[in-house]
Protein backbone atom coordinates (compact mmCIF):
# COMPACT_ATOMS: atom_id res chain seq x y z
CA UNK A 1 0.00 0.00 0.00
CA UNK A 2 1.43 3.47 -1.12
CA UNK A 3 2.30 5.68 2.01
CA UNK A 4 0.68 8.85 0.30
CA UNK A 5 -3.76 8.09 -0.68
CA UNK A 6 -3.73 11.20 -2.52
CA UNK A 7 -0.58 13.37 -4.02
CA UNK A 8 -0.85 16.42 -6.48
CA UNK A 9 1.60 18.31 -8.08
CA UNK A 10 0.37 21.95 -9.40
CA UNK A 11 -2.88 20.70 -10.14
CA UNK A 12 -4.73 23.51 -11.57
CA UNK A 13 -8.09 24.26 -12.48
CA UNK A 14 -9.08 27.10 -14.86
CA UNK A 15 -12.42 27.69 -16.88
CA UNK A 16 -11.59 30.66 -19.26
CA UNK A 17 -10.39 33.69 -16.91
CA UNK A 18 -12.05 32.51 -13.70
CA UNK A 19 -8.75 29.96 -11.35
CA UNK A 20 -11.31 27.65 -9.55
CA UNK A 21 -8.37 25.65 -8.23
CA UNK A 22 -4.08 26.97 -8.67
CA UNK A 23 -1.08 24.83 -7.93
CA UNK A 24 -2.76 22.79 -5.45
CA UNK A 25 0.55 20.77 -3.87
CA UNK A 26 -1.02 18.11 -1.53
CA UNK A 27 0.15 14.98 0.18
CA UNK A 28 -3.01 12.81 2.14
CA UNK A 29 -1.14 10.22 3.99
CA UNK A 30 -2.73 6.53 4.11
CA UNK A 31 -4.22 6.14 7.22
CA UNK A 32 -5.29 9.41 8.27
CA UNK A 33 -8.39 11.78 8.52
CA UNK A 34 -7.54 14.66 6.54
CA UNK A 35 -9.76 17.90 6.44
CA UNK A 36 -10.13 19.70 3.69
CA UNK A 37 -11.07 23.50 4.67
CA UNK A 38 -12.43 26.68 2.99
CA UNK A 39 -15.96 28.17 2.57
CA UNK A 40 -18.29 27.50 -0.78
CA UNK A 41 -16.81 28.29 -3.92
CA UNK A 42 -13.18 28.48 -2.71
CA UNK A 43 -12.38 25.11 -4.74
CA UNK A 44 -12.66 22.24 -3.03
CA UNK A 45 -15.26 20.79 -5.13
CA UNK A 46 -13.12 21.28 -7.85
CA UNK A 47 -10.25 19.69 -6.42
CA UNK A 48 -12.54 16.60 -5.54
CA UNK A 49 -13.79 16.10 -9.16
CA UNK A 50 -10.26 16.45 -10.84
CA UNK A 51 -8.69 13.80 -8.38
CA UNK A 52 -11.88 11.41 -9.52
CA UNK A 53 -11.57 12.39 -13.00
CA UNK A 54 -14.72 14.32 -13.50
CA UNK A 55 -13.01 17.17 -15.13
CA UNK A 56 -9.92 17.44 -16.44
CA UNK A 57 -6.72 19.93 -15.31
CA UNK A 58 -5.97 22.44 -16.97
CA UNK A 59 -2.45 21.45 -16.15
CA UNK A 60 -0.55 19.59 -13.37
CA UNK A 61 -2.10 16.04 -11.95
CA UNK A 62 -2.80 13.60 -9.46
CA UNK A 63 -2.39 10.36 -8.06
CA UNK A 64 -5.03 8.37 -5.66
CA UNK A 65 -4.05 5.14 -4.04
CA UNK A 66 -0.66 5.41 -6.23
CA UNK A 67 -2.54 5.30 -9.71
CA UNK A 68 -3.05 8.58 -12.18
CA UNK A 69 -6.08 10.23 -11.68
CA UNK A 70 -6.97 10.65 -15.44
CA UNK A 71 -5.31 7.15 -16.73
CA UNK A 72 -6.17 4.84 -14.00
CA UNK A 73 -10.02 6.38 -13.30
CA UNK A 74 -11.71 3.27 -13.18
CA UNK A 75 -9.25 1.28 -11.46
CA UNK A 76 -9.31 4.15 -8.89
CA UNK A 77 -12.79 4.07 -8.59
CA UNK A 78 -13.06 0.62 -7.70
CA UNK A 79 -11.01 0.92 -4.77
CA UNK A 80 -12.48 4.59 -2.93
CA UNK A 81 -16.28 5.31 -1.52
CA UNK A 82 -17.18 9.17 -2.37
CA UNK A 83 -20.40 11.18 -1.66
CA UNK A 84 -20.23 14.29 -3.71
CA UNK A 85 -21.65 17.73 -1.89
CA UNK A 86 -24.56 17.44 -4.46
CA UNK A 87 -25.66 14.34 -4.05
CA UNK A 88 -28.78 13.58 -6.74
CA UNK A 89 -30.04 9.63 -6.16
CA UNK A 90 -33.53 8.46 -8.52
CA UNK A 91 -36.22 9.62 -6.44
CA UNK A 92 -38.52 6.24 -7.69
CA UNK A 93 -36.04 3.75 -5.72
CA UNK A 94 -36.51 3.11 -2.23
CA UNK A 95 -33.44 3.51 0.00
CA UNK A 96 -33.29 -0.53 0.23
CA UNK A 97 -33.14 -0.75 -3.87
CA UNK A 98 -30.63 2.52 -4.28
CA UNK A 99 -27.88 0.74 -2.24
CA UNK A 100 -28.72 -2.58 -3.80
CA UNK A 101 -28.40 -1.07 -7.04
CA UNK A 102 -25.07 0.82 -6.15
CA UNK A 103 -23.93 -2.76 -4.73
CA UNK A 104 -24.60 -4.55 -7.93
CA UNK A 105 -22.43 -2.02 -9.42
CA UNK A 106 -19.62 -2.69 -7.38
CA UNK A 107 -19.72 -6.71 -8.01
CA UNK A 108 -21.40 -7.36 -4.39
CA UNK A 109 -21.60 -6.09 -1.03
CA UNK A 110 -21.99 -7.55 2.34
CA UNK A 111 -26.04 -6.74 2.90
CA UNK A 112 -25.14 -7.72 6.92
CA UNK A 113 -23.16 -4.41 6.60
CA UNK A 114 -25.38 -2.35 4.73
CA UNK A 115 -27.96 -3.47 7.35
CA UNK A 116 -25.46 -2.48 10.38
CA UNK A 117 -24.96 0.83 8.44
CA UNK A 118 -28.79 1.44 8.34
CA UNK A 119 -29.54 0.96 11.80
CA UNK A 120 -26.66 3.41 13.19
CA UNK A 121 -27.50 6.01 11.19
CA UNK A 122 -31.14 5.38 11.82
CA UNK A 123 -32.31 4.76 8.32
CA UNK A 124 -35.55 3.82 7.61
CA UNK A 125 -34.54 1.40 3.73
CA UNK A 126 -38.49 0.88 3.04
CA UNK A 127 -38.93 4.76 1.86
CA UNK A 128 -38.42 5.95 -2.00
CA UNK A 129 -35.82 8.48 -2.21
CA UNK A 130 -37.81 11.01 -3.55
CA UNK A 131 -40.22 10.69 -0.05
CA UNK A 132 -36.49 11.30 2.13
CA UNK A 133 -35.46 15.08 3.81
CA UNK A 134 -32.23 15.74 2.77
CA UNK A 135 -30.84 14.33 5.86
CA UNK A 136 -32.38 10.82 5.27
CA UNK A 137 -31.14 11.32 1.69
CA UNK A 138 -27.64 11.81 2.94
CA UNK A 139 -27.93 8.66 5.36
CA UNK A 140 -28.00 6.61 1.76
CA UNK A 141 -25.34 8.62 0.63
CA UNK A 142 -23.32 8.06 3.40
CA UNK A 143 -24.09 3.95 3.38
CA UNK A 144 -23.70 3.93 0.09
CA UNK A 145 -20.03 5.56 0.22
CA UNK A 146 -18.82 3.65 3.58
CA UNK A 147 -20.47 -0.12 2.51
CA UNK A 148 -17.84 -2.01 0.40
CA UNK A 149 -15.08 -0.79 3.01
CA UNK A 150 -12.71 1.52 0.69
CA UNK A 151 -9.68 2.01 1.00
CA UNK A 152 -10.16 5.68 0.74
CA UNK A 153 -13.21 8.00 1.08
CA UNK A 154 -13.70 10.90 -0.43
CA UNK A 155 -16.21 13.19 1.58
CA UNK A 156 -17.53 15.86 0.03
CA UNK A 157 -19.45 17.91 3.22
CA UNK A 158 -20.96 14.97 4.05
CA UNK A 159 -22.52 15.83 7.28
CA UNK A 160 -25.08 18.29 5.28
CA UNK A 161 -28.19 17.35 6.93
CA UNK A 162 -27.91 15.26 9.78
CA UNK A 163 -28.53 15.55 13.01
CA UNK A 164 -26.29 16.02 15.99
CA UNK A 165 -26.66 12.66 16.92
CA UNK A 166 -26.34 11.67 13.63
CA UNK A 167 -22.85 13.39 13.56
CA UNK A 168 -21.68 11.05 16.40
CA UNK A 169 -22.32 8.43 15.16
CA UNK A 170 -20.76 9.15 11.63
CA UNK A 171 -17.79 10.52 13.66
CA UNK A 172 -17.11 7.62 15.48
CA UNK A 173 -17.87 5.60 12.44
CA UNK A 174 -14.38 7.94 10.61
CA UNK A 175 -12.35 7.41 13.55
CA UNK A 176 -13.03 3.42 13.77
CA UNK A 177 -12.60 3.76 9.24
CA UNK A 178 -9.00 5.26 10.96
CA UNK A 179 -8.11 2.37 13.16
CA UNK A 180 -8.40 -0.07 10.53
CA UNK A 181 -5.71 1.78 8.39
CA UNK A 182 -7.63 2.81 5.87
CA UNK A 183 -7.93 6.64 4.55
CA UNK A 184 -10.41 9.94 4.67
CA UNK A 185 -10.55 12.89 2.38
CA UNK A 186 -12.86 15.27 4.47
CA UNK A 187 -13.81 18.27 2.82
CA UNK A 188 -16.03 20.79 4.71
CA UNK A 189 -16.70 24.48 5.39
CA UNK A 190 -17.25 23.75 8.89
CA UNK A 191 -14.13 23.59 10.55
CA UNK A 192 -16.30 22.17 14.17
CA UNK A 193 -16.96 18.90 11.70
CA UNK A 194 -13.38 17.81 11.31
CA UNK A 195 -11.94 20.10 14.63
CA UNK A 196 -12.60 16.65 16.42
CA UNK A 197 -11.44 13.52 13.93
CA UNK A 198 -9.14 15.31 11.40
CA UNK A 199 -5.40 14.62 12.12
CA UNK A 200 -4.34 17.33 9.47
CA UNK A 201 -6.40 20.29 7.53
CA UNK A 202 -5.65 21.80 4.43
CA UNK A 203 -7.25 25.73 4.23
CA UNK A 204 -8.29 26.64 0.88
CA UNK A 205 -8.90 30.17 -0.15
CA UNK A 206 -9.73 31.38 -3.92
CA UNK A 207 -7.95 28.32 -5.28
CA UNK A 208 -4.95 28.23 -3.43
CA UNK A 209 -4.12 25.66 -0.49
CA UNK A 210 -2.72 28.65 2.03
CA UNK A 211 -1.52 26.59 5.09
CA UNK A 212 -1.83 22.52 5.88
CA UNK A 213 -1.18 21.68 9.23
CA UNK A 214 -1.84 19.37 12.32
CA UNK A 215 -4.79 20.08 14.41
CA UNK A 216 -2.61 20.22 17.82
CA UNK A 217 -0.03 22.37 15.99
CA UNK A 218 -2.57 24.71 14.56
CA UNK A 219 -4.28 25.06 18.29
CA UNK A 220 -0.53 25.92 19.99
CA UNK A 221 0.10 28.43 17.03
CA UNK A 222 -3.68 29.98 17.89
CA UNK A 223 -4.51 33.39 19.74
CA UNK A 224 -5.32 32.55 23.30
CA UNK A 225 -7.12 34.90 25.99
CA UNK A 226 -6.99 35.80 29.61
CA UNK A 227 -9.58 37.67 31.11
CA UNK A 228 -8.43 39.03 34.42
CA UNK A 229 -10.76 41.03 37.45
CA UNK A 230 -8.24 43.10 40.08
CA UNK A 231 -9.76 44.80 43.23
CA UNK A 232 -9.80 48.31 41.57
CA UNK A 233 -9.77 49.90 37.97
CA UNK A 234 -6.42 49.46 36.07
CA UNK A 235 -5.00 51.55 33.34
CA UNK A 236 -4.92 51.42 29.81
CA UNK A 237 -1.15 50.69 29.85
CA UNK A 238 -1.32 47.57 31.94
CA UNK A 239 0.62 44.72 29.42
CA UNK A 240 0.86 46.40 26.61
CA UNK A 241 4.52 46.46 24.77
CA UNK A 242 4.81 42.57 25.93
CA UNK A 243 6.03 40.42 23.71
CA UNK A 244 3.16 38.42 21.93
CA UNK A 245 0.62 40.21 22.96
CA UNK A 246 -1.75 41.39 20.42
CA UNK A 247 -4.26 43.18 22.37
CA UNK A 248 -4.98 43.94 25.83
CA UNK A 249 -8.88 45.83 26.53
CA UNK A 250 -9.33 47.47 29.79
CA UNK A 251 -13.11 47.68 31.11
CA UNK A 252 -12.80 49.28 34.24
CA UNK A 253 -11.70 46.65 36.99
CA UNK A 254 -11.24 44.04 34.20
CA UNK A 255 -9.10 43.26 31.40
CA UNK A 256 -9.12 41.13 28.51
CA UNK A 257 -5.56 39.82 27.10
CA UNK A 258 -5.25 38.42 23.57
CA UNK A 259 -1.66 36.67 23.22
CA UNK A 260 0.12 34.16 21.36
CA UNK A 261 2.40 31.07 23.15
CA UNK A 262 3.18 30.56 26.53
CA UNK A 263 1.11 32.40 28.98
CA UNK A 264 4.35 32.97 31.63
CA UNK A 265 5.31 36.55 30.01
CA UNK A 266 1.78 37.73 30.49
CA UNK A 267 1.26 35.98 34.25
CA UNK A 268 4.74 37.67 35.43
CA UNK A 269 3.65 40.88 33.56
CA UNK A 270 0.97 41.18 35.57
CA UNK A 271 2.38 40.25 38.73
CA UNK A 272 4.68 42.77 38.51
CA UNK A 273 2.27 45.25 38.40
CA UNK A 274 1.51 44.54 42.23
CA UNK A 275 -2.63 44.49 41.12
CA UNK A 276 -4.37 42.64 43.24
CA UNK A 277 -6.26 39.46 41.08
CA UNK A 278 -9.98 38.64 42.00
CA UNK A 279 -10.17 35.95 39.40
CA UNK A 280 -8.61 34.70 36.51
CA UNK A 281 -10.00 32.78 33.33
CA UNK A 282 -8.48 31.54 30.23
CA UNK A 283 -9.41 29.45 27.12
CA UNK A 284 -7.55 29.06 23.25
CA UNK A 285 -8.83 29.92 20.21
CA UNK A 286 -11.55 26.90 18.83
CA UNK A 287 -10.31 25.50 15.63
CA UNK A 288 -13.13 28.41 13.78
CA UNK A 289 -11.33 31.18 15.00
CA UNK A 290 -7.75 29.94 13.51
CA UNK A 291 -9.67 29.36 10.25
CA UNK A 292 -10.69 33.17 10.07
CA UNK A 293 -7.35 33.73 11.21
CA UNK A 294 -5.75 32.70 8.22
CA UNK A 295 -8.37 33.17 5.55
CA UNK A 296 -8.45 37.17 6.98
CA UNK A 297 -4.66 36.98 6.53
CA UNK A 298 -4.03 34.62 3.88
CA UNK A 299 -2.38 32.43 6.05
CA UNK A 300 1.35 31.21 5.83
CA UNK A 301 3.35 29.05 3.31
CA UNK A 302 1.68 25.82 2.84
CA UNK A 303 3.41 22.91 4.40
CA UNK A 304 3.15 19.10 4.20
CA UNK A 305 4.52 18.30 7.55
Known amino acids: ?64 LGLDAHRDAKAIRARIGYIPGDLALY ?22 YIDELAERFEADLSKKVGEYSTGNRQKIGLIQAFMHQPELLILDEPNSGLDPLLQEVFHQLLEEVRDQGRTIF ?63 VIDDRRARVAFEGDADAVLRAVVDTQEHIVSMTSRESDLEEIFLTYYRSGGSTPRAD
Do not use: W
Open 186 to 248: LSSHTLSEVERVADRVGIIKDGSLIVVERVDALKRKAIRHVDFEFSRPVTAHLLRGIDDVHEV
Open 91 to 112: PRLTGRATLDYFARLRGGVCSA
Open 1 to 64: MTSSAISTADLSKHYGDFVALKDLNLQVQTGEIFGFLGPNGAGKSTAIKALLDQVRPTYGNATV
